[in-house]
C-alpha cells in the first residue's frame, strides 16, 4: 500500500493522517508536489482523475480516493478502535453525522474559501474559475449560524456523535481548523463547540 | 422502526425506496405534507433538526436522517444482497463512486435547481434564500462536464462501481432522473451513460 499525500493544512490530506494516528497505521507515503501542479499533471491523473490528494494505492494496483472513502477501506482492515462504529445504529449515526458536519459545516467553508479568500483568487484566476463574492458571504453567515446549531446539537456529550471519539470529530476538527486557518474563529458564544475542540485538540492524532 | 417520508420526484426519499426494493425490505411509514411545510414544523423538526425528509425512527426511538446513512443502518440490519460492498475493497471503492456521483453530479445539479429552475424561485424568496443564477449556469456547465467524465470512467463496466448493482448506482440514478424532471437530458453523446441508465431503470426497483 502507499499512500499520496502532503502535508498541508487542507481538511482532507490531514483527515487520513489523524485517522492513522488513531489506528495506530503506518503507510508508505509519497508526495505530491501540490505547489508545481503535480496533482493535475497525466500521471498523477491515473491515479485519481480528480486531481485530488489524498489517494491511497491498493497491493493489487487499484487507486482509492476520496478521504472518507480511503478512511472507511483502512477500518475494514483495521477495526480496532471502531472510528465508523461496530452495531448497525452506531454505524447509522456517526454516518449521519459525518454528513451533517460535511454537508452543513463543510460545504458553507468550501464557498467561503473559493469565492471570497485571498489566497484563492490567483488560482481561480488561472484556472478560469469564475468566483461569486456575494454566494461567499452568503456562506459565510451560513457557516456562522450552521456552527451555532452543531453547538446546540452536542449539549451533554463529549464528542460529535456521541460519547465516543469517532470519524465525525476527525471531519469536525480538520474542518474548524481550516477555518481558523482562514482566520474564522468559532463563534464567541458557542462555548460547547470551544470546549470539543479543546478535547480533541489534545489528543496525540491531532497534530498528525 | 418507522419511516417519514413522501412520494415525490427528489433524488433523497427515492434512494431509501429504491434501496428498500433491492433489499425486500417494507417499513411501516408515515407520511410528511411537505406542501404544508409538516417538515418546517416544531414536532418534524424534534425527529430531523434540518427540516429534511426522510428520516427513520428507530425502535429506540432515535432518530436517523441522511438518506445514505439510513441506508447504511439498514445494510448492517440487513446486509444480503450487499449494496454498500463485503470485501474491504468493495466499501472503499463504492463509498468512493457514491461521494463521486454526489459531489461532482448531485451537488452542482442541486445548484442549478436552488438559483435557476423556475420552481424554486418562489420558495426562495418566501424563506429569503438569495439565488445567484450566474452561479447557477456555471454549475450547470460543470454537470455536462461532469457526466462526459462520469461516462468515460463507466467504459466497459455495467454499473457505476463495477459489476455489480450498489448504492452509487442508486445515487446515480435518482440524480440523473431528477435532472430530466428539470428538462436537463443527459448529454447526446453519453451512449454509457444512456445505457446504463436503461439497464438500471429496468430493474423493478426503480419505479419504488
Given at each position: 500500500?502507499?499512500?499520496y ?10 483527515r487520513?493522517?489523524i485517522?492513522?494516528a ?11 508536489a501540490l ?23 491498493l ?9 472518507i472513502?480511503?478512511c ?5 482492515l483495521?477495526p480496532r ?11 447509522g ?39 461569486y ?21 452536542i449539549?451533554?456529550?463529549?464528542f ?5 471519539f ?10 474548524v ?11 464567541e ?9 479543546e478535547?480533541v485538540?489534545?489528543r496525540?492524532s491531532?497534530s498528525?
Amino acid at each position: 500500500m502507499k499512500l499520496y499525500d502532503e502535508k498541508m493544512p487542507a481538511p482532507n490530506p490531514r483527515r487520513v493522517r489523524i485517522f492513522m494516528a488513531e489506528k495506530g497505521i503506518a503507510i508508505p507515503l509519497e508526495r505530491v508536489a501540490l505547489a508545481s501542479g503535480e496533482h493535475k499533471s497525466e500521471r498523477f491523473l491515473k491515479r485519481n482523475p480528480l486531481g485530488q490528494i489524498p489517494v491511497l494505492e491498493l497491493d493489487d494496483g487499484t487507486y482509492l480516493s476520496e478521504t472518507i472513502s480511503i478512511c472507511r477501506y483502512l477500518e475494514a482492515l483495521h477495526p480496532r478502535p471502531p472510528l465508523f462504529g461496530s452495531t448497525p445504529k452506531e454505524i447509522g449515526v456517526i454516518d449521519m453525522w459525518i454528513r451533517r458536519v460535511e454537508l452543513q459545516i463543510g460545504a458553507p467553508l468550501s464557498q467561503v474559501w473559493i469565492n471570497t479568500h485571498p489566497y484563492t483568487e490567483r488560482y481561480c484566476a488561472m484556472m478560469g474559475i469564475a468566483r461569486y463574492p456575494d454566494f461567499g458571504e452568503d456562506n459565510r453567515k451560513r457557516l456562522m449560524d450552521r456552527l451555532a446549531w452543531l453547538d446546540g446539537e452536542i449539549a451533554g456529550r463529549d464528542f460529535i456523535a456521541g460519547d465516543a471519539f469517532t470519524m465525525a470529530d476527525i471531519a469536525a476538527l480538520t474542518i474548524v481548523d481550516f477555518a481558523a486557518f482562514m482566520t474564522i474563529p468559532l463563534p464567541e458564544d458557542c462555548a460547547r463547540l470551544k470546549a470539543w475542540r479543546e478535547r480533541v485538540s489534545a489528543r496525540p492524532s491531532a497534530s498528525a
